[in-house]
């Protein structure tokens, strides 16, 4: 089975950079991927990481380290609209290769 | 493009009623499947399916059916509601390769579904 676990609340200020950390326990592991969900809206997909390492898109950027089990999502210049929550999922293999998600991250950001 | 669609957004059903949340795709993906999301608790897969004619069970399956007649569509039936089954239901769909496993997933826009 999959554990993924994530904070459940931070709070940034404008500007600013923080970073939401995800660690995972899984029986099997083909990829994690993170989601952005604005309140009341669907999850849409920010990135995905298969290998060690750093993958940058913009403003966004997540980490991944398979043998410590951990990932983290870096959000650079913070701006109002990123104030949502940040779904970490891992994908299993066989059955499906399903994707398991964390509780999410609800991110406020502050003027 | 249409993406994935849902409906209805909003339903409010008495216990014991059943009813079924319409999902369809427009990408021609292989793979679909339903969640249900709960405070605190995430997303919680409820049933999937990798293709037409082909369905599993995700980590929630009791009191949800589903069936895959064609690529496009993915009806979740609720056989008979109950109170813990309020919850939003998101559909989602992605390509699905066996060994390509860098498929996003797309979803709806999800339903609000509370049983009384």
């Known amino acids: ?111 | 493009n249409a993406g994935v669609t849902q409906t209805p957004k909003f339903q409010v059903l008495k216990t014991g009623q059943s009813m079924t949340l319409q999902c369809a795709q427009d990408m021609n993906h292989e793979y679909m499947s339903w969640y249900r999301q709960d405070p605190g608790m995430g997303l919680r897969l409820i049933h999937y399916s990798v293709g037409a004619g082909i369905t599993d069970q995700g980590e929630v399956p009791n009191g949800y059916n589903v069936s895959r007649s064609t690529t496009e569509d993915f009806p979740l039936r609720l056989l008979s509601a109950a109170p813990s089954q309020t919850s939003v239901y998101f559909c989602a769909s992605s390509r699905w390769f066996i060994g390509q496993p860098n498929t996003e997933a797309f979803f709806g826009q999800g339903t609000r579904l509370t049983v009384v």
């Not at chain 1, 994530?6 to 939401?20: D, F, K, N």
């Open chain 1, 1 to 111: 089975g999959q554990n993924i676990d994530q904070p459940t609340e931070m709070t940034a200020t404008e500007g600013a950079i923080v970073q939401i950390n995800c660690t995972y326990q899984t029986s099997g592991f083909n990829g994690l991927f993170w989601y952005q969900q604005h309140a009341g809206e669907a999850p849409t997909f920010l990135s995905y990481n298969v290998l060690d390492g750093l993958e940058e898109k913009g403003r966004f950027s997540s980490f991944l380290s398979r043998s410590k089990g951990y990932s983290y999502l870096l959000l650079k210049e913070l701006q109002m609209k990123d104030s949502a929550s940040y779904l970490c999922a891992v994908r299993g293999i066989g059955a499906g290769n399903m994707l398991t998600f964390g509780g999410g991250t609800r991110l406020m950001v502050k003027p």
